[in-house]
């Protein structure tokens, strides 16, 4: 199995993508913290229903000293972390105007800042052991511009570039980061636009721009990519945005601002 003896940290590990690389990886042997972000009850019911080497932990990952918390206690209970997989994220639309502050300070904190808590947290245990490997979550948002979604679109830009210094930085140190950039992938996330019926507009408009003719990937999809990131097969690999897209591709509305369609949250 390619990660028998590995410890693994998934942040976002209790549902959707995470979940799904927490479960993969405990099947192929590693030992693995499932984090949720405020409920222990729903990490530990995600890590039992993995079973094997999975074990729950909960993490504001907004909160540095509760990244540096979650570092030590993985460390003390399961043994120096080899991986880390940041995939905690959140995704609603930021209109100009027409965003509350709150709202879009939780987005920046939890997908860019929190990606960053995690890695500080993390890598130098990596740095003095002279291995690990770091797997980043962006989207493809990430480098196109997605009207009503700007500061979405912007953290996970900043995750790509984040990724890219950090290879630079690391490497020296045989430390392995990559970073993941889905498309539209079937989550928690996104289930309102799959599912109700007033958003149909907006996953008919996404659905007729992706040529393949599967709007959704599934969240194995995507765990694939991730593990083979996560691999001694990777080894070469490092710092490309990492892109399963099922051929979702940026299409102009007939006004030319590319905005998605607007849903309202608050």
């Not at 990886?25 to 019911?45: F, M, N, P, R, W």
């Amino acid at each position: 199995m390619r990660f028998s003896g590995k410890v693994a940290l998934v942040t976002g590990g209790s549902q959707g993508i995470g979940e799904a690389v927490s479960r993969r990886l405990t099947a192929e042997g590693a030992k693995v913290a499932v984090v949720a972000s405020s409920s222990l009850d729903k990490a530990k019911k995600s890590a039992d229903g993995i079973g094997g080497g999975a074990r729950g932990y909960v993490c504001d990952v907004r909160d540095a000293d509760a990244a540096h918390k979650i570092a030590a206690d993985v460390n003390r209970d399961l043994g120096d972390i080899d991986i880390l997989v940041n995939a905690a994220g959140v995704f609603y639309p930021t209109a100009v105007g027409d965003t509350p502050r709150d709202q879009s300070d939780k987005l920046i904190d939890i997908n860019l800042k929190g990606t960053w808590h995690m890695v500080n947290a993390v890598a130098p245990g990596m740095k003095d052991r002279k291995a690990g490997k770091i797997v980043n979550f962006s989207s493809v948002a990430g480098v196109m511009g997605l009207g009503n979604y700007a500061l979405y679109c912007a953290t996970k830009a900043g995750i790509i570039m984040m990724t890219r210094a950090l290879a630079n930085e690391l490497a020296p140190h045989g430390i392995n980061i990559n970073c993941v950039a889905p498309g539209n992938t079937a989550s928690p996330l996104n289930e309102d636009i799959r599912t109700k019926a007033e958003l149909k507009p907006f996953l008919d408009f996404m659905a007729a721009r992706t040529p393949s003719g599967n709007t959704y990937s599934s969240v194995d999809d995507i765990a694939n990519v991730v593990l083979f990131v996560a691999s001694a097969d990777a080894a070469r690999c490092t710092a490309p945005a990492c892109s399963p897209t099922k051929a979702f591709r940026r299409a102009h509305k007939a006004d030319g601002r590319g905005s998605w369609p607007w849903r309202k949250r608050w």
